[in-house]
């Protein structure tokens, strides 16, 4: 941008702030209220100011015109004195008319007193005229007929004939001792005044240059005052007028939220200290703003996740419903049906062995029953088991000793010949009180699983140890494989009644949640940790009565 694009800019901002300023939405503001106000105090203390100088100059004019007129008849009157005492009346006479013929002197009489005659004049025709006591000549020095106002007051007038100002000045010519002696006043030594001498004095040049004067001071008084009143409002406007009006859009900007806004005020005055305030407020308040938004976030991001816990244990609690009410109707069909099964099992072993061992075909065919049945019955006791229908006998155990006990019944198994079995059995654990049985039932759900996840081969590392958890002392039981692990798209729905990811017929999905129903039974809890590609491990942790150690 150039220097001069800057200034149009400039005079067009202000333009535009000057159409605001007298549009009629702010003709009510202060701004406009401090410049009409501070515009007529300089109108009226200019226009007293530049009257009084007219008048001043008026005075000083007139003063001038007397005081050029006084020496001028005084000097008549010396010259009148003199020419008298030596007898030249001639003289006296002809000096008048000379001076007559000057510019500007309009006529010269000389009195006699107290008769009024013209004795000398400037024109010839006025001699041996009487002035009327009554008139303007004698009241100069006369306030009534007889009395006679003091010589040194004003002894002028200024009076217009003919559109033209004339001063009219007297000069009383004294008695003095030298005119008693001399041959034309001898005899008069009383008298005081002795005639006057009045001269008339043209003002056209003065009264003319007074109204130049007058002309050119009032154009001047009207420029200055303009200027003042500009200059006054570009001051006004730059000090206060701009600054409040920024500092009332900025308060306009902030209470609208937008908190963003600065105020530009970089002058050291008290404008530029209340806009830099406003702007440090503005400042605090948006930190503060976002500080509360912050605050609301955070609330609103708690209450969500307190939201999404009411209402997953909602559904926890609908779920545990559900399977609760699956477990009785279990526990009702496996009840119903362990009989018959127990019955049709019993009587194929007896039918076995009273058929002969040559008749192989119905040998194989009785055992094909026996063995599905038994399938049967195994799963119905899963059944069983999962709605805790089977009573659990609780009495003081050793976990280490039921872990060993477990481990000796898979060594032996087919399954577990390729498996090694690594154990790390804390010797320091206390004796608590369960159901052994029920408990080596959830370790062989455990040991199958893994050994199905490493399809037989692989590594299996059993663990006990004591620990604590909010406050409380658990027996940990760790049994961790290194199996493909478990996808976590399975982890919260391992211990969900049948479900299962093996094939139909090895599989029923009710071996962990089975176990997890012991143990809760137990008043413990288990956790599973898995990491796809390097194994799963199961804890199973079962409180420790405090008063019962192990040996
Ligand atoms: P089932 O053994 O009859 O499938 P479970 O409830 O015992 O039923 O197991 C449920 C599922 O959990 C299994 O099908 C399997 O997918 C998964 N599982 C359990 N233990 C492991 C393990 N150690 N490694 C990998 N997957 C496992």
Redesign the pocket.
């Known amino acids: 941008m150039s220097k001069r694009d800057i200034m149009q800019e400039r005079v067009k901002k202000q333009f535009a702030f000057l159409r605001d300023l007298l549009s009629k939405k702010s003709r009510n503001s202060l701004s406009i209220k401090l410049i009409v106000a501070i515009g007529t105090l300089v109108l009226i203390g200019s226009s007293i100011f530049w009257y009084m100088i007219i008048i001043r100059g008026e005075r000083d004019f007139i003063s001038t015109a007397i005081q050029k007129t006084s020496v001028c008849a005084n000097l008549m009157e010396q010259s009148l004195r003199v020419n008298m005492m030596r007898g030249h009346i001639d003289v006296i006479q002809e000096i008048l008319e000379k001076i007559g013929t000057t510019e500007n002197i309009i006529n010269i009489n000389i009195y006699k007193h107290p008769d009024g005659d013209i004795v000398f004049s400037a024109k010839k025709e006025n001699l041996r005229k009487k002035m009327p006591s009554e008139s303007l000549e004698c009241r100069l020095c006369h306030k009534s007929k007889r009395q006679l106002t003091t010589l040194d007051k004003k002894r002028w007038s200024i009076y217009e004939v003919e559109g033209q100002k004339v001063l009219m000045l007297a000069v009383p010519i004294i008695n003095e001792k030298g005119c008693v002696t001399s041959m034309c006043h001898s005899g008069q030594a009383k008298q005081r005044f002795l005639g006057v001498l009045e001269a008339e004095y043209s003002m056209a040049d003065l009264d003319l240059t007074l109204k130049r004067q007058k002309i050119f001071t009032l154009t001047f008084g009207i420029i200055f005052t303009f200027f003042c009143c500009v200059v006054l409002c570009i001051i006004l406007w730059k000090l206060i007028i701009k600054p409040i009006t920024l500092l009332a859009e900025g308060m306009e900007k902030v209470t609208k939220g937008e908190l963003d806004h600065r105020i530009e005020i970089n002058t050291k005055d008290e404008m530029g200290m209340l806009a830099r305030t406003f702007n440090e407020m503005t400042k605090e308040l948006k930190v503060a703003r976002e500080r509360l938004e912050n605050w609301a976030k955070e609330l609103e991001e708690e209450v969500r996740k307190k939201t999404e816990e009411i209402r997953r244990g909602q559904e926890q609690m609908i779920h545990t419903e559900k399977l609760a009410s699956l477990g009785r109707m279990a526990a009702g069909v496996a009840h119903e049906l362990n009989s018959p099964l127990t019955g049709i099992v019993t009587f194929a072993h007896l039918m076995l062995q009273r058929i002969p061992p040559e008749n192989k075909m119905d040998r194989e065919d009785l055992e094909v029953i026996i063995e599905q049945a038994e399938r049967c019955s195994k799963i119905i006791k899963g059944l069983l088991g999962f709605s805790r229908a089977l009573p659990a006998e609780k009495s003081d155990i050793r976990i280490n000793d039921t872990i060993r006990h477990v481990i000796d019944m898979v060594k032996n198994q087919a399954k577990f010949h390729n498996i090694k079995i690594i154990t790390d059995l804390s010797p320091d654990l206390p004796e608590i009180k369960g159901d052994a049985s029920q408990l080596q039932q959830v370790y062989m759900?455990?040991l199958?699983?893994?050994a199905?996840?490493?399809n037989d081969r692989g590594e299996i590392r059993i663990a006990t140890r004591l620990i604590k958890e909010d406050g409380v002392d658990y027996i940990e039981i760790e049994?961790t494989?290194n199996?493909?692990?478990?996808p976590e798209e399975?982890m919260g729905r391992?211990?969900e009644p049948f479900?299962?990811?093996?094939p139909v017929g090895?599989?029923?999905?009710?071996?962990?949640?089975v176990?997890h129903g012991i143990v809760r039974k137990h008043g413990g809890h288990i956790i599973v940790k898995?990491k796809v590609g390097e194994g799963?491990t199961?804890l199973i942790r079962l409180p420790v009565r405090p008063e019962s150690k192990e040996g």
């Open positions: 759900n455990l199958i699983n893994a199905d996840a490493m049994f494989d199996g493909p692990g478990i399975y391992l211990f479900f299962t990811t093996k090895k599989g029923t999905g009710l071996g962990l949640s176990s898995s799963t199961f």
